[in-house]
């Protein structure tokens, strides 16, 4: 008897059941007995409900072995055509991932009824093996078996896990067929099987037919249209659902919080957070995770913190919300704290978690952290992706390395066009505008077709170097692509023509726009003027910016240093009083050096340095040899009314110089210094800086608010151009 017990514990699939059949017949009498020696699973058959027993039976079934014993039970009492109990087999062994054995159970099955067939697609479609679900599906049209209302949200998520439109199409007319088209539990299937295909019409068009809408109807549809970046349309489907007097569940509200998200409409989500609470949902995590990424996203970082040090179960989404706003919201540090606190407890990191911390390292414009971002991303398993290299090239440009930035972009497999303008946008970035033109052949010859991206990083190339006849043909190519130039292109050539001193060409060029020119053209323009001391016509765009973006302190700043650079002190003193009329105020200056991977901020005559008299005395050294090398300060570019004596103290002391200064006492002969600065870099101190990198023999990477110089050897990268 042991022997025929352990070759029946020992039995297992692939021995079908057909085999397994012709065994247990071969064991009549002694099999109860058997069944009954293994007390830590079956007890012996004393029911006369046999389909409570076995359905007991099998809830308690945790693997193989236990459905091989009930299995054999079933044939030895005669309930291998028990539909009720096979349909629980079957359902039992696909949760236990044996849905291999249970298909062929299915198949011993004579004529199955509609729920045998509905246990089996179940089973492939919830184990995601998909085309075995519609395999089977089809199988059952054959056997002309009609399904039932519980067959098709099954074979709807086959067809949405394959995006199957045309299959999922036929299925949804032959519902109609047999008369499933006001039965709203199949018809929100197919309203959920059209969004999953991104086909966001079809389902519109299902939900619109549906008469007994219930909380389902509306949260797939409302779901669709804010999956589909469909806000506005997902938010105007929840007012009508409001207005039905159906009371949204937590997964409408985390669809709704995520179409206010998207429109950044933080007064709307506050009065969704209020509702939350009202239904006692403020601990459900998924609404959790969307309040943290509605305030995170909307600038509420300090809210969202506390939403998310509240929860007491962190998961990879509430992460990457919570990293997103901080690095989207100019809180670089405290992102990358966030993710090696996030690495540290263990928790794996996600493609959108190590670009959320590649953007920190960006902005943060720290060579040293950049190069930990990608050591950590070249031992991780994404290496390879593609999004993840894009923003690796993007982070070296933005801290100070294109040469790093082109080794990422040279690495990368399978380039798309998105690598491929991330890098043109980088060399223009850094006025590499022969370069840039080169690598768009290269694209080219390569077969990749540009996007409007592309495009306005071959632009920015062209104006950061003077390229004008290049940047001209580059702007009217764009229609052989069939690219329609946006209020950046035109902004791009606005700025070309404008840098090289054609203001009036400029002008004209924005009056004939076939677009309402924006902020961004009209800032473009009064930058030149104020480069080329055009009162006039600087003077007529900073009207129009004011008129289109009146509280942008920027702009009153750009007019105020148009008028100081051409002495009309009575301009500078107007701007100045229309400024405290609206409640503005200039940004502060400063600038930022990175020394061993610490980043030290200076102002303007900043005496707060715990080194202070060691860098004020560089300094003097340095402006000492300047002067001695013929230096003469430009004191026209200073802002100020003052006398040239005092002029020439406040251009000295400009934040820039402070920190060349610093990096000069901090560091060895020869190494380079990374300065960032808030502003853009004055004509002073550009000059400046060109003779130091002389002086001292290095060399000098400056990012300004606009672009970055490389000074070496007394020469800029920018040509002076900029």
């Not at 109807?217 to 009508?240: C, D, H, P, R, V």
């Not at 802002?639 to 060349?660: F, P, Q, W, Y």
């Given at each position: 008897m042991s022997s025929i017990a352990s070759s029946l514990r020992a039995f297992i699939f692939p021995t079908p059941p057909s085999l397994f059949r012709k065994m247990c017949s071969a064991l009549p009498d002694h099999l109860d007995k058997l069944f009954s020696t293994n007390k830590n699973f079956c007890s012996t058959y004393d029911t006369d409900e046999p389909g409570t027993y076995y359905t007991s039976l099998l809830q308690k079934s945790v693997n193989k072995i236990h459905l091989n014993q009930i299995h054999a039970q079933l044939y030895i009492h005669g309930l291998q055509n028990n539909g009720f109990i096979i349909a629980k087999f079957i359902?039992?062994?696909?949760?236990?991932?044996?849905?291999?054995?249970?298909?062929?159970?299915?198949?011993?099955?004579?004529?199955?009824?509609?729920?045998?067939?509905?246990?089996?697609?179940?089973?492939?479609?919830?184990?995601?093996?998909?085309?075995?679900?519609?395999?089977?599906?089809?199988?059952?049209?054959?056997?002309?078996?009609?399904?039932?209302?519980?067959?098709?949200?099954?074979?709807?998520?086959?067809?949405?896990?394959?995006?199957?439109?045309?299959?999922?199409?036929?299925?949804?007319?032959?519902?109609?067929?047999?008369?499933?088209?006001?039965?709203?539990?199949?018809?929100?299937?197919?309203?959920?099987?059209?969004?999953?295909?991104?086909?966001?019409?079809?389902?519109?068009?299902?939900?619109?037919?549906?008469?007994?809408?219930?909380?389902?109807?509306?949260?797939?549809?409302?779901?669709?249209?804010?999956?589909?970046?469909?806000?506005?349309?997902?938010?105007?489907?929840?007012?009508?659902?409001?207005?039905?007097?159906?009371?949204?569940?937590?997964?409408?509200?985390?669809?709704?919080?995520?179409?206010?998200?998207?429109?950044?409409?933080?007064?709307?989500?506050?009065?969704?957070?209020?509702?939350?609470?009202?239904?006692?949902?403020?601990?459900?995590?998924?609404?959790?995770?969307?309040?943290?990424?509605?305030y995170a996203k909307c600038g509420q970082v300090m809210v969202a913190k506390s939403l998310f040090d509240q929860m007491k179960v962190h998961n990879v989404i509430l992460w990457n919300a919570m990293m997103s706003g901080f690095a989207k919201n100019g809180y670089p540090d405290e992102a990358l704290e966030l993710f090696r606190e996030m690495i540290s407890k263990r928790i794996q990191p996600d493609a959108v978690s190590v670009q959320s911390a590649v953007l920190a390292s960006a902005q943060l414009g720290s060579l040293d952290q950049a190069r930990w971002m990608h050591n950590y991303v070249n031992n991780s398993e994404y290496r390879g992706d593609i999004f993840v290299s894009t923003a690796l090239i993007d982070m070296y440009a933005k801290c100070g390395s294109v040469e790093l930035a082109r080794q990422v972009f040279n690495r990368t497999l399978n380039k798309d066009v998105v690598i491929w303008s991330t890098m043109i946008v980088s060399y223009g970035l850094h006025g590499w505008g022969r370069e840039a033109i080169d690598l768009f052949g290269i694209m080219t010859q390569a077969g990749v077709r540009p996007n409007d991206v592309t495009f306005i990083g071959l632009l920015t190339a062209c104006n950061h170097s003077g390229l004008i006849e290049e940047g001209w043909k580059f702007f009217h190519s764009m229609k052989n692509y069939g690219i329609e130039p946006r209020d950046q292109h035109y902004a791009s050539v606005v700025d070309l023509l404008g840098r090289a001193g054609y203001l009036e060409k400029a002008y004209n060029f924005i009056i004939n726009m076939p677009i309402e020119p924006t902020v961004s053209v009209w800032g473009a323009l009064l930058s030149a003027c104020k480069m080329y001391r055009h009162v006039s016509i600087g003077e007529y765009a900073a009207e129009r910016l004011f008129s289109l973006d009146p509280l942008n302190t920027g702009h009153y700043v750009q007019l105020s240093n148009l008028y100081a650079s051409a002495c009309k002190w009575d301009g500078v003193a107007k701007v100045r009083?229309?400024?405290?009329?609206?409640?503005?105020?200039?940004?502060?200056?400063?600038?930022?050096?990175?020394?061993?991977?610490?980043?030290?901020?200076?102002?303007?005559?900043?005496?707060?340095?715990?080194?202070?008299?060691?860098?004020?005395?560089?300094?003097?050294?340095?402006?000492?040899?300047?002067?001695?090398?013929?230096?003469?300060?430009?004191?026209?570019?200073?802002?100020?009314?003052?006398?040239?004596?005092?002029?020439?103290?406040?251009?000295?002391?400009?934040?820039?110089?402070?920190?060349?200064?610093?990096?000069?006492?901090?560091?060895?002969?020869?190494?380079?210094?990374?300065?960032t600065k808030n502003l853009r870099a004055c004509a002073n101190c550009h000059l400046a800086t060109k003779l130091i990198s002389k002086l001292v023999n290095r060399e000098i990477v400056v990012r300004d608010a606009k672009r970055f110089h490389h000074f070496k050897n007394g020469i800029c990268s920018c040509g002076d151009y900029w």
């Open positions: 359902n039992v062994g696909s949760n236990l991932k044996e849905i291999c054995y249970a298909h062929q159970v299915f198949d011993e099955f004579p004529d199955p009824y509609v729920f045998l067939w509905n246990a089996i697609i179940r089973g492939y479609s919830v184990h995601n093996m998909y085309e075995k679900a519609i395999e089977m599906y089809t199988r059952m049209q054959q056997a002309y078996v009609n399904p039932d209302s519980f067959t098709f949200p099954h074979v709807l998520k086959a067809c949405g896990g394959l995006v199957a439109v045309g299959i999922g199409r036929a299925v949804h007319a032959q519902s109609f067929r047999l008369g499933f088209e006001d039965d709203v539990f199949v018809q929100n299937g197919f309203v959920a099987f059209y969004v999953k295909c991104e086909n966001i019409d079809y389902a519109g068009i299902v939900f619109d037919g549906l008469n007994d809408r219930n909380v389902v109807s509306w949260t797939s549809i409302i779901s669709g249209y804010a999956q589909n970046g469909q806000a506005m349309e997902a938010l105007k489907i929840f007012s009508e659902m409001r207005g039905s007097n159906v009371k949204p569940d937590w997964i409408t509200l985390v669809s709704v919080l995520r179409a206010y998200s998207d429109v950044e409409d933080l007064e709307q989500g506050r009065g969704i957070h209020g509702l939350v609470i009202k239904m006692g949902l403020e601990f459900e995590p998924d609404l959790r995770i969307a309040l943290t990424a509605i009083v229309l400024m405290r009329e609206k409640g503005l105020s200039k940004d502060v200056g400063y600038t930022m050096i990175e020394i061993n991977g610490k980043l030290q901020a200076f102002r303007m005559g900043d005496k707060s340095h715990s080194r202070s008299r060691e860098i004020y005395k560089e300094l003097e050294w340095l402006e000492m040899r300047l002067l001695e090398s013929g230096f003469v300060p430009d004191t026209e570019s200073s802002l100020h009314d003052l006398d040239k004596e005092d002029k020439e103290v406040t251009l000295c002391n400009h934040s820039e110089r402070l920190a060349i200064a610093y990096g000069l006492i901090s560091t060895p002969p020869g190494i380079t210094l990374r300065i």
